[in-house]
């Protein structure tokens, strides 16, 4: 085993230029994976944790240069859902066993916090089991503090890059680096279990930021994870930009596992887009949750934030399903507890 993984393993932490040479060497790309499998297996064990995601809104204030459902996007075809859509996705997925549902949308709005503190209280009283995520943008510290007393237990926000000078050129100008980092920490604060994470492969993102992304969250300490690659969509700005690679998206999720042995990782649907076993060979190297969708299969073309998109077709019970399938394939099992990080187990005794 390579020298500065077993460093990384055991201590969980390395030099810039340590980290620069794992993201960028392909010999270490084996050893790296046996290493991240192994923590995750020691901390979580085969386990697979489900969220289940409703995308209830494409309608979105924002204007971010890489997605596709931002403002000036005049092809997307706008939908929202109504309380009691979303809801029957909450009955269905409940039914075919997640005990976890984010619901996820653009900046939209009309959904007040009066209706989205409606939409988390009828969830919070038809489930009371349930872990509600919410993954809804850059709002008040007031407005998180009243989902929260509604019911909701999670957050779900990239910070995207971590450096202000990149951030710049993913995102208008009337959004900041610094406003999102706060929102973040604003969260954490609450007492929500929070979700960061980045593209990996975004447009002018150098192996620098990436490694000031680890460094933010080494101090951010965020409960999960997300990272995908970059797809291009196609009526953005960046649409002839070249996607991430796949490389890469594992590389940095082994080493991800290995900084931060306790953390959520999800293999995305971006990771399952941009290879057919993409997912797998993430479960294979360190991630543990996978978010299928859960919206109604006559809006989920409709949440194109990047160009061929999988599971929009499928039913939640075909996706159920097929990633049992795959799940078992790779060696895992799907487990349908809430799959709380291990810090919050801890806490809840
Ligand atoms: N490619 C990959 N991921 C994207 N996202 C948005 N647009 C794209 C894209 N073109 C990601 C962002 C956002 C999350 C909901 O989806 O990181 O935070
Ligand atoms: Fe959705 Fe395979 S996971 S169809």
């Known amino acids: ?20 040479i794992l993201l960028t060497t392909d010999a270490f790309d084996a050893d790296l994976r046996e290493a991240a499998n192994a923590v995750r297996i020691a901390r979580y064990g085969y386990d697979v944790y489900l969220r289940g995601l409703i995308e209830f ?32 996705c909450c009955r269905e997925g409940h039914e075919l066993g997640f005990r976890t549902f984010v619901l996820q949308g653009g900046e939209d709005p009309y959904f007040t ?5 409606a939409i988390v209280s009828a969830i919070r009283a038809q489930y009371p089991d349930c872990a509600i995520t919410l993954s809804i ?22 910070h995207e890059t971590a450096n202000p000078a990149h951030y710049a050129k993913l995102h208008p100008a009337e959004m900041s680096c610094e406003n999102r980092k706060r929102c973040l920490y604003d969260l954490k604060e609450i007492g929500y279990q929070i979700g960061a994470g980045i593209m990996v492969g975004a447009p002018f993102q150098t ?20 990272i995908g690659p970059f797809l291009s969509h196609k009526d953005t700005p960046f649409r002839d930009e070249p996607n991430g690679g796949l490389a890469l998206v594992l590389r940095l999720l082994g080493v991800l596992r290995l900084t931060f042995p306790e953390v ?26 996978i978010m299928p ?23 939640s019970a075909q996706c159920r399903n097929c990633l049992n399938t795959r799940v078992e394939s790779a060696g895992y099992h799907i487990s349908m507890s809430r799959g709380d990080a291990l810090r919050v187990r801890r806490q809840n005794g």
């Not at 919206?295 to 160009?307: C, G, H, I, T």
């Open 1 to 20: 085993m390579n020298d500065m993984i077993t460093k990384l393993r055991d201590t969980q932490n390395l030099t810039d230029e340590e980290f620069r």
């Open 57 to 88: 809104t494409n309608y979105c204030k924002n204007n971010c240069l890489y997605c596709g459902i931002r403002r000036d996007n005049k092809e997307a075809s706008r939908y929202r859902l109504t309380q009691e859509d979303i809801l029957e």
């Open 113 to 117: 916090d009066e209706r989205i503190c």
């Open 137 to 158: 943008g850059e709002k008040s510290r007031e407005s998180y503090q009243a989902y929260f007393d509604a019911g909701a237990n999670r957050y779900l926000l990239r």
């Open 207 to 226: 192996i620098d930021h990436i490694i000031e992304d680890i460094r933010f969250m080494q101090e951010l300490q965020p409960d999960m994870i997300g």
């Open 264 to 289: 959520l990782l999800p293999a995305t649907t971006a990771l399952g887009t941009m290879h057919p076993q993409g997912r797998e060979l993430g479960l294979k190297t360190g991630a543990n949750v």
């Open 293 to 315: 969708n859960l919206s109604p299969v006559s809006v989920r073309k409709k949440y194109m934030l990047y160009d061929n998109k999988i599971c929009t077709g499928e039913e």
